[in-house]
């Protein structure tokens, strides 16, 4: 039976925070106000969407709250990017520990790209949405992968830098600037992305559920539930950010090809299925 993945949730990135000297930063000084943040950004992308035709929008920001309270919660890697967010406030002292954290929480979310194009892949074959839907979901948890081997690669290298510019202020304030600079380039894109990728898989539910109850359980979605111009436009919105994404991918590349992804062999399959049915 094909399972329906969890409620998607987003939050910020916390490896690509500025970095700062010594300098605090807001709104992510305590677990409690990270998680009020992601329910903010959560319910801000939930008004967004159409409003759906079996429930009120007061019912729905009830339930959301409430689940994505629940989920981040029992989120350990939810928890280690708050902690990451601390390491940020005195860069000077805790610098080591910082990257460290840093590099354990890209290795985990890269695996839970993998696994988010796992759970939309096996929607698959209980769904008759379009074969573009699935292509352009799937590559954008592909291609945001192959970005965080190209941002860890390039992040060792400025850690480095900045480990030999610890005793010297000036030429450590701008290393943090150069990397805050090619690091606001990609960050919008990244969360472009991960909102619009969340508002497709919401809009898909919220419009083939009937109660809350139904809402991410097994059911067969139906395209025919959905209005194409706004499911389109989604897709459209998408594939756009994730080719961006791409691109710079690309641009940072000594060779002109994409790393190999580690998608692992699960998902390799079944992705290679649809790209051979859909050909």
Not at 134 to 163: A, M
Request: net charge negative.
């Amino acid at each position: 039976m094909t399972e329906i993945p969890a409620i998607p949730i987003a939050w910020r990135r916390d490896s690509t925070l500025p970095l700062k000297w010594d300098t605090l930063q807001e709104d992510l000084n305590t677990y409690n106000n990270a998680v009020m943040e992601t329910i903010v950004r959560n319910i801000k992308l939930l008004k967004e969407l159409p409003p759906p035709k079996n429930f009120t929008l007061n019912d729905l920001v009830c339930y959301f709250e409430e689940k994505i309270k629940n989920d981040l919660e029992q989120d350990i890697l939810f928890e280690e990017t708050v902690e990451v967010g601390k390491y940020t406030q005195s860069m000077d002292t805790s610098m080591d520990k910082y990257f460290a954290r840093i590099y354990d929480v890209n290795e985990k979310e890269k695996t839970k790209k993998g696994e988010g194009a796992f759970s939309i892949a096996r929607l698959f074959l209980n769904s008759n949405l379009s074969d573009e839907f699935f292509k352009t979901v799937t590559n954008s948890y592909f291609v945001e992968k192959d970005f965080s081997d190209v941002f860890e690669r390039r992040l060792r290298k400025e850690q480095l830098d900045l480990n030999n510019a610890r005793n010297n202020r000036k030429k450590f304030v701008k290393l943090c600037e150069e990397h805050n600079t090619w690091v606001q380039n990609f960050s919008d894109i990244v969360t472009l992305i991960e909102d619009t990728r969340i508002k497709l898989i919401w809009y898909v539910e919220l419009n083939n559920s009937k109660t809350i109850d139904e809402l991410f359980k097994e059911k067969f979605l139906f395209q025919e539930n959905l209005c194409s111009v706004f499911l389109a436009k989604l897709v459209d919105t998408l594939r756009e950010a994730t080719n961006r994404l791409e691109e710079f991918v690309l641009s940072n590349l000594k060779k002109p090809i994409l790393p190999p992804s580690n998608a692992d062999d699960a998902v390799k399959t079944i992705t290679d299925l649809i790209h051979l049915l859909t050909v």
